[in-house]
Structure formats: C-alpha cells, structure tokens
T-cell receptor, first 111, second 116 residues
Framework: DAKTTQPPSMDCAEGRAANLPCNHS???????VYWYRQIHSQGPQYIIH???NNETNEMASLIITEDRKSSTLILPHATLRDTAVYYC????????????FGQGTTLQVKP | DTAVSQTPKYLVTQMGNDKSIKCEQN?????MYWYKQDSKKFLKIMFS???????INETVPNRFSPKSPDKAHLNLHINSLELGDSAVYFC???????????????FGPGTRLLVL
C-alpha cells in the first residue's frame, strides 16, 4: 500500500492560495495519487487525482514532482467553505479500489 | 436528488443488539463500499461489492455482514453490537471496480452509530 504523509494542520487567509503538501515516496509506477476532502460531519468529497502530469479542474490544481515522491494540492483562492480535512491518498496494492486514508491535513481558512 | 443515501442518519442502540444500516445509490454505479470512521477520525475501508460480488473484505469481525440485493443497494448488518462499534459508517459508490485510474468514489452522508 502506498503510504502518504501530510502535515496535520495548516492555516490560510481567505482569498489566498492554499498549498497542501503530501509525501508518497513508496508509491509505485502505476499508482495514482488522489485527493479527497471532508468538511465537518459530511462524507468525503473527491477533489482531483493524477499520475505523472500536473492536473487542474474546477476545484483545484495538483502538482506532482518528477520523481513522483510528493505532490501539492493547490486551492487557488481559498474561501471559508474550503475549511476541511484534506486527504492525500495512495490506493491499495494493485489499484483495487481500496482508498487508504491517512490522518489528512486540517485546513483552516481564516477571514 | 441525493446520489448516495444512507438510513438511518443516527442510530443509538444497546450492546448486544443486532442492527442494519442501508445504503442506496442512484448513480448507476457498479461498485459500492462501506467505510468506518472511528472517534479519532480514521477512515478505513471495510467492504466493497461490484455487481453484487464481494471484491474487498478487510479484516473486519464476522459480526459485520454486508449484503447487496442489487447493484444499487449495499446494506450492512451488525450482530451483537459492541461499544467499539460506535463510529460513523460511510457508504460510497464508484462507476467501476478500480484499476488505473481509480474511479472517483462518491460518499454518502454517513450513519452515526452509538452503542451504549
């Protein structure tokens, strides 16, 4: 299983970019990195995923290092509603559909 | 319309009882999952079914038995409830059964189980 390491918490000013780092040094060549978030008391919500190239969608951007050992999730203009726990996830062995959730990063967006 | 729904939202029960949690998805997905989130907020997969076939079965006590009557429903039955079963249980679904790239999983709102 691809283990991931994230800082336990981060603060960000409203309107500023939030950059959430993740280390996944044990990820194998064909395993994707996924980001989900969990807003208080709700079910987790998919944000983005990537393999080698940087990715962008309407929610966020994902920057993956060339060696694939780490990545950064970028919320370009954080709002108070982005306050949540953000999970960087490596899938289970063989991409079986098993998402391995770690402790995640609690992002607090402040006015 | 709710994509993934769970009932009940809250469940308070006594130790030793048997209870069921129901999950339904209207997304037309083939795969459904059960996750458990404990008091420390760790979210861990328990089971997954693809078209009514069990494909992931983590190390879960056999008091927990998932049942999938059809691919839109995945229920979780728990026998002889224990204090340690208190947690939030999330159901999720995805289009496929995994494999690169992993299909996005859509989660339900959770069922908060409290065992007294």
């Amino acid at each position: 299983d691809a283990k991931t390491t994230q800082p336990p918490s981060m603060d960000c000013a409203e309107g500023r970019a939030a950059n959430l780092p993740c280390n996944h040094s044990t990820i194998s060549g064909n395993e994707y990195v996924y980001w989900y978030r969990q807003i208080h008391s709700q079910g987790p919500q998919y944000i983005i995923h990537g393999l080698k190239n940087n990715e962008t969608n309407e929610m966020a951007s994902l920057i993956i290092t060339e060696d694939r050992k780490s990545s950064t999730l970028i919320l370009p203009h954080a709002t108070l509603r982005d306050t949540a726990v953000y999970y960087c996830i490596g899938p289970g062995a063989g991409n079986t559909g098993k998402l391995i959730f770690g402790q995640g990063t609690t992002l607090q967006v402040k006015p | 319309d709710t994509a993934v729904s769970q009932t009940p939202k809250y469940l308070v029960t006594q130790m030793g009882n048997d209870k069921s949690i129901k999950c339904e998805q209207n997304l037309g997905h083939d795969t459904m999952y059960w996750y458990k989130q404990d008091s420390k907020k760790f979210l861990k997969i328990m089971f997954s079914y693809n078209n009514k076939e069990l494909i992931i079965n983590e190390t879960v006590p056999n008091r927990f038995s998932p049942k999938s009557p059809d691919k839109a429903h995945l229920n979780l039955h728990i026998n002889s409830l224990e204090l340690g079963d208190s947690a939030v249980y999330f159901c999720a679904s995805s289009q496929g059964r995994g494999g690169p790239p992993q299909e996005t999983q859509y989660f339900g709102p959770g069922t908060r189980l409290l065992v007294l």
